[in-house]
């Protein structure tokens, strides 16, 4: 009996909460098992903040929320009948399969709650969650490519890794609509300045001296991304870089933003959940590496570039920086400019 004939009508419940960069990487998972079974039902559980990322994918049939910060409180009033409503709706359905890629507490008591013949995870998962398993993902290599990892647990459903990446976002027509007509029909890269970490954020100075030569010598417009914690720094750089640059931080959620870098020419962007979400939407990505591993959680496949200073103590993975933070202060905007020079697509003005 073939793989898809063994397949055929299963139902599958995947439990990734968070964060951006995870979820996006989730997506290629979610496309192989529509593509090896297309009569799958695919539910997954996400973290309330993620639920319209999610629903990029037109792959997935159900999108759970997950009240991750609020239900930190469980003693608060209200929060335990919330959480039993959680648990009815997810054992609404008896799954043939539950696949935990967060691999901590929070998501483990997900999947034991959840019904399910197999309960799949990582045999190295944190917080006692490999626990709630009944069939285990050994990984020989955990060094691997954050997506290699979550496309590893397709067999365990029986399907056959091909090797073969693709993520299928769809994004809404009124988002793209949105795009035309806030913005130039000039070609722009966009520039993500930000990071959840303050360690991976690359001197918005130096964004400034990139974005300028851009202007100048590719006629390119920068179109400046971020979320709502990262307005004051997109308004920092909007301010050191003038009117060829428009700044469209916090200006809608996951579905805009993924509009917005549609429509670009590229990013140039430091590590982050944004970075991914370019690959995913093929476009051309300079990634800014300093304190994290790029063979771990870099631009995935062709067509990239990183650029990383090479000191002793990257990666560390600390938040905070010790020393004179120097994997990002050691870059020179002329790394980051012959990163671009390698990748960009053949637009804008060329100057002698």
């Not at 792959?59 to 039993?84: H, N, Q, S, T």
């Not at 970490?197 to 100075?205: A, D, F, G, L, S």
């Not at 670009?264 to 982050?272: K, P, Q």
């Amino acid at each position: 009996m073939n793989a898809k004939k063994r397949g055929a009508g299963i139902t599958v419940l995947i439990v990734k909460i968070s964060a951006m960069g995870d979820i996006v990487h989730t997506f290629p998972l979610v496309h192989a098992i529509k593509t090896g079974f297309p009569d799958s039902t695919v539910e997954w559980v996400v973290s309330d903040g993620y639920v319209d990322l999610a629903r990029l994918s037109p792959y997935v049939d159900r999108v759970i929320a997950f009240r991750r910060k609020r239900w930190a409180g469980w003693w608060r009033p209200g929060v335990m009948r919330e959480l039993y409503q959680f648990a009815r709706k997810i054992r609404e359905r008896e799954y043939d399969a539950v696949i935990d890629l967060q691999g901590l507490l929070r998501s483990g008591l997900v999947t034991f709650a959840a019904r399910a013949r197999k309960k799949i995870g990582f045999s190295y998962a944190r917080e006692g969650a490999h626990f709630f398993y009944n069939d285990k993902i050994v990984a020989s290599d955990q060094n691997v490519h954050a997506i290699d990892r979550y496309m590893s647990s397709l067999p365990k459903i029986g399907i056959e890794k091909s090797g073969k990446v693709e993520y299928g976002v769809r994004i809404p027509e009124e988002e793209m609509e949105w795009v035309k007509s806030a913005l130039p029909s000039e070609p722009y890269v966009v520039i993500n300045p930000n990071a959840r970490w303050r360690t991976k954020r690359w001197p918005i100075e130096k964004f400034g001296m990139v974005m300028a030569n851009l202007n100048e010598r590719e006629g390119l417009r920068c179109v400046i991304t971020g979320g709502p914690d990262d307005v004051e720094r997109g308004e920092r750089l909007a301010r050191l870089t003038g009117s060829f640059a428009t700044d469209l931080t916090n200006s809608g959620g996951f579905p805009r933003l993924a509009a917005i870098i549609a429509g670009s020419v590229g990013m140039i962007t430091n590590d982050s959940g944004p970075m991914h979400l370019a690959v995913a939407l093929n476009r051309p990505v300079i990634a800014i590496f300093g304190p994290t591993d790029p063979e771990k959680t870099g631009p995935y496949g062709e067509g990239h570039q990183v650029v990383k200073a090479d000191v002793e103590c990257s990666p560390c993975y600390k938040r905070r920086c010790p020393l004179a933070h120097e994997c990002m202060e050691g870059l020179d905007p002329a790394d980051v400019l012959d990163a671009w020079n390698k990748v960009k697509p053949e637009t804008g003005k060329k100057n002698g």
